[in-house]
């Protein structure tokens, strides 16, 4: 595959001016490159597959067939937001699917990260072009693809859009955002008039909660990992962090220790707490995160969800550590 190339000339998309400009030429080129055909776009609800949407009804309106595929690896109301801005705010050619069994099932016992990926990537493909057989005329295929994915493709990551969708799904790419860096993403996201809730989200891997779920995934494991997230996520902004920090996540390991709950021995796993700075993601500085707030998520951690019985900061940047764990 050839790998495009940001030109050196490209100015960074900083302001709602130059992200004005840059859809309107998007604009222009998807009309241009689609004509009146369909295209189909995997709608995962993060941030680049998000403003691709918008970018595309804006240019092709009910052209644009969106399919949001529910893996069971999503944050806390992620899919439900998805369905609220989408179907019910922006009138989109929306399609749900909610297969969490489906995946949940296959990935039983497995606990390599790569084979976890690929079972991920491989059966969202699979929903999805099942899905896709069923539609008439889409003769194009839409991908949120940023430059940091086409920058990182070599092996780095196996689960990235680039290059993962097998031969026979004979459709040809529209890849609006594919020259841009996330900091930009999110700028023409504002400009197309998404709420910032959903542009502002920090970023998603495409196996969602899985590759935080770290080992085997058990039911209960990602039930109490989502619903450490969510706390974290609403202690940061309610204390003014969610947009200071980059990306801040939760990861739980597949080992407990003991601990005491209600004067009784209680075993437990270990919440990890991973927040980073980072313009591009290729390296990552680690947030100063107050100790008295850190105490505050512990204390609501530990007492709010069952099956965790410690927390636990990372405090590792990229370089050494990737920003993911698995």
Not at 55 to 83: T, Y
Not at 110 to 134: H, L, M, S, T, W
Not at 318 to 325: Q, R, S
Request: with cysteine; hydrophobic share 40%; glycine share 8%.
């Amino acid at each position: 595959m050839e790998v495009c190339k940001r030109p050196e000339t490209m100015q960074r998309i900083t302001t709602p001016e130059l992200a004005e400009a840059f859809i309107a030429e998007q604009v222009k080129e998807v009309q241009a490159q689609v004509g009146d055909k369909k295209v189909l776009l995997a709608l995962s609800g993060g941030v680049d597959s998000s403003v691709v949407a918008a970018l595309l009804i804006r240019a092709i309106g009910k052209q644009l067939v969106c399919v949001h595929v529910n893996h069971g690896l999503m944050r806390k109301g992620e899919s439900e937001q998805v369905i609220e801005v989408f179907k019910n705010q922006l009138d989109a050619n929306l399609i749900y699917i909610d297969a969490t069994d489906r995946f949940l099932d296959k990935l039983a016992g497995v606990a390599e990260p790569e084979q976890k990926r690929k079972i991920i990537g491989n059966e969202f493909i699979v929903v999805f072009d099942e899905e896709a057989r069923k539609l008439d005329d889409i003769s194009f295929l839409a991908q949120g693809t940023i430059y940091p994915d086409i920058l990182e493709s070599d092996g780095v990551k196996a689960h990235h859009n680039v290059g993962g969708l097998p031969e026979e799904m004979n459709f040809e790419l529209v890849e609006p955002v594919k020259l841009l860096y996330k900091d930009e993403v999110r700028v023409v996201g504002k400009a197309l008039g998404l709420p910032a809730e959903m542009v502002d989200r920090q970023p998603f891997p495409g196996p969602g909660l899985g590759v935080r779920c770290l080992g085997a995934i058990t039911r209960d494991r990602l039930n109490a990992l989502r619903e450490a997230d969510a706390i974290l996520r609403e202690e940061f902004a309610k204390n003014g962090l969610a947009g200071k920090v980059w990306q801040y996540f939760i990861a739980v390991p597949d080992f407990k220790s003991v601990g005491v709950r209600d004067n009784k021995r209680y075993e437990g796993w270990p919440a990890i707490i991973r927040a980073v700075n980072t313009t591009d993601a290729m390296t990552a500085t680690i947030e100063e995160i107050p100790y008295p707030l850190l105490h505050h998520i512990t204390e609501r951690i530990t007492h709010e969800v069952e099956g965790i019985n410690r927390v636990l900061y990372d405090l590792t940047p990229k370089p050494t550590g990737t920003i993911e764990w698995e």
